[in-house]
């Protein structure tokens, strides 16, 4: 998820409301509200604020400007200044305030976008078909050279890959795996992925649950991230970091919340398919790409 270093800016003199690389524009009206909505406190009659940038570490730019009659023209004229009298809170408050209009704003516009969201959400569910058969073959034939007694790797290594395959091959029994209940069944990590997260060998590859991943929900949070970009509203946003801590029914939980507030008919719901060898004669049609993406390519791009 592209990220900025600058969480807000606001400049009330042309209206511009800008969050996360989109700019909402205010009327005179609602730029009225968010007036009386922060207070005086940043608006005075003749000294009112004229630009703010607020980042993401809490650091901020502030720049107001005061307002002067000249006798001698007999015009007001203005004289811009750095402002470094409010606190991190209060800017923080401000900011709140701020995103919340933003918010507002841009659910309005997404509202006029409802049948192009629903097309992108469509997009999404088209493109999610998957074949556990297939991504499991795959695995094991890409691991085959580990079993070879030419293979470079340790005997110890060997044994990572020698458990990694037995799982592999033990899968077809789960009942998941046999009911097609794809966001229950999940794939051990590779060796190569283990190392990587344990170079020590601290913990016994395959005994905790973190050396497992579920491909299905990690394709579908793959999907989710475009609706999120798309919908930019700050009450979604969240760090790579945090995006990939939460689950799969937590992102889409979160989501739906704020698609309802969109359009009460849409909503990001994926049901996997299968491939023509996995499915029944009166599975019906199929459509969308196919892909069968490994936890290695997922984990480690090229």
């Not at 002067?68 to 004289?79: M, P």
């Not at 999120?228 to 946003?237: A, E, R, S």
Request: hydrophobic share 40%.
């Amino acid at each position: 998820m592209v990220e900025s270093q600058v969480k807000l800016q606001f400049n009330p003199i042309n209206g511009d409301l800008w969050f996360n690389f989109h700019v909402e524009k205010l009327s005179a009206e609602q730029l009225l509200e968010v007036k009386t909505l922060v207070g005086e406190y940043w608006w005075a009659d003749n000294d009112e604020l004229a630009f703010l940038t607020v980042y993401r570490n809490g650091d901020f730019m502030c720049e107001r400007r005061k307002r002067a009659w000249s006798h001698r023209t007999g015009t007001y004229s203005f004289t811009a200044y750095k402002w470094t009298e409010p606190t991190e809170a209060q800017v923080a408050e401000l900011a709140d305030k701020l995103m919340k209009k933003f918010e507002e704003l841009r659910i309005v516009r997404l509202q006029a976008e409802a049948n192009r969201i629903s097309g992108i959400l469509s997009e999404e569910y088209n493109g999610l078909i998957s074949s556990f058969r297939g991504m499991r073959t795959r695995m094991l034939v890409d691991s085959d050279w580990t079993q070879l007694a030419d293979s470079p790797l340790s005997d110890a290594d060997k044994a990572l890959y020698a458990a990694y395959r037995q799982h592999l091959r033990d899968m077809t029994d789960d009942p998941a795996w046999l009911a097609n209940d794809v966001f229950n069944v999940d794939f051990p990590i590779t060796p190569k992925v283990y190392l990587q997260k344990d170079p020590n060998r601290e913990t016994e590859y395959l005994s905790v649950d973190a050396h497992f991943e579920n491909q299905a929900a990690m394709k579908a949070k793959f999907k989710m991230m475009r609706v999120y970009k798309y919908l930019n509203l700050p009450g979604l946003f969240m760090s790579e970091e945090e995006y990939a801590e939460k689950s799969y029914d937590e992102l889409k939980a979160e989501l739906n919340r704020y698609l309802a507030k969109v359009n009460a008919d849409l909503e990001f719901d994926i049901s996997f398919k299968l491939k023509d060898a996995d499915r029944p004669a009166d599975y019906g049609e199929v459509t969308g790409r196919e892909t069968d993406t490994t936890i290695d390519e997922i984990d480690n791009p090229a």
